[in-house]
């Protein structure tokens, strides 16, 4: 049986040409449009303001949403939710919410898998099996924006019940999007950036471009190509070492772009762009967070416009790559700062959920 097509993978301009071969005006289009991506349905019943025909049709030949939740993990402290998407194909994908005082930010994935292979990464471990489709991407930041949406209402109905709804207060909102979940963005680019059009478009989801975070492992190709895009989105390497032998060891791809030549593809994003660039580092114990390490990042990261997220790694089970301690964490950042690097220690988040990335699916598999 063929699957239908999700309306998420349609443009405003092919889903109007889809409705008018139908026989619908073309304002229906801006109405399904608004459903969907300002209103957040997830079935075109709830389209109230359309013909009946026309929303059965729409259920029947373009459904909006293509993920079913195969599992859903919140930690003990209710800052951080975790699913487990199913997709059509029966794939699964996984995106996290992270809850924050002042911002709240999903972590979406582009691939089922990766072919990146970084040892200490689960999803990496588990390998690849297909790109993610634009609407897919799409789909998982639609599900937090109505997870949150959802709370809204019931604190809401909790405060008063008889009162009306009023627009999402600043804890409510999705405000932040990081490209960081499984799959390497760059090795499904058109993808990735179809659907983070459709993200920043202020007809669609409206997401501020600077409130996006593209990360990558550094494919050199991809940086370049990023770029000369318009949106004005955040770029964000995956470094975890800054000499070539500990790197290989650690992304294998490294082997194939050593650092100089992601470096190069970097100060020519700087550049072009004249953006600042984030620089992950993932602390492992004994691999790579000694002062010596740090001493050497520092170095080779001098005089660029960049900031150093320093995170303490998210270990998966019988692995030998487990996170730095958090006296190690804190002198490996002094001394980046020392010399004028900066660099935070990012918050370790969900923890009792396997939130790193590809845990989960990989203990669902299992």
Not at 25 to 42: G, I, M, N, S
Not at 97 to 113: F, N
Not at 197 to 210: M, S, V, Y
Not at 212 to 234: C, D, F, H
Request: hydrophobic share 45%; proline share 6%; with cysteine.
């Amino acid at each position: 049986m063929i699957q239908p097509t999700s309306l998420l993978e349609l443009t405003k301009t092919e889903l109007t040409a889809r409705l008018a071969a139908w026989g619908a005006p073309r304002y229906r289009a801006d109405q399904v449009w608004e459903w969907v991506y300002k209103k957040l349905a997830t079935d075109a019943a709830e389209m109230t303001n359309l013909p009946v025909a026309l929303r059965e049709q729409l259920a029947a030949e373009l459904p909006i949403t293509p993920l079913t939740v195969a599992a859903e993990r919140r930690s003990q402290d209710n800052q951080t939710i975790k699913w487990l998407f199913r997709l059509p194909d029966g794939q699964t994908i996984e995106t996290v919410l992270m809850l924050y005082d002042q911002r709240q930010t999903v972590c979406i994935s582009t691939q089922v898998g990766c072919a990146m292979g970084c040892v200490f990464c689960a999803t990496g471990q588990a390998g690849l099996a297909r790109n993610l489709s634009a609407g897919e991407i799409v789909a998982q930041v639609l599900a937090a924006a109505r997870w949150l949406a959802g709370r809204q209402e019931t604190a809401d109905a909790a405060h008063d019940q008889s009162a009306q709804p009023g627009p999402a207060s600043a804890n409510q909102r999705l405000t932040n999007i990081v490209v960081m979940g499984m799959g390497e963005p760059f090795a499904n680019y058109e993808r990735t950036w179809a659907a983070l059009r459709t993200l920043t478009d202020p007809q669609a989801f409206g997401l501020g471009a600077r409130h996006i975070t593209v990360s990558t492992v550094g494919l050199p190709q991809g940086i370049r190509k990023m770029a000369e895009e318009p949106l004005q989105l955040n770029l964000a390497v995956s470094l975890h070492a800054a000499n070539d032998t500990l790197r290989t060891q650690l992304v294998p791809i490294n082997h194939r772009y050593p650092i100089a030549e992601v470096m190069a593809a970097v100060r020519d994003y700087i550049g072009r762009t004249k953006r600042r660039v984030t620089f992950e580092y993932a602390l492992m114990h004994r691999i790579n967070d000694s002062p010596a390490h740090a001493r050497e990042l520092s170095g080779l990261l001098k005089g660029l416009l960049c900031h150093v997220n320093l995170i303490p790694l998210n270990p998966v089970a019988e692995s030998p790559y487990q996170p730095a301690t958090p006296e190690n964490a804190a002198a490996f950042q002094q001394i980046l700062a020392a010399r004028g690097i900066p660099a935070t220690v990012r918050l370790r988040r969900g923890l009792d959920i396997d939130a790193g990335c590809g845990q989960l699916r990989r203990r669902m598999n299992n």
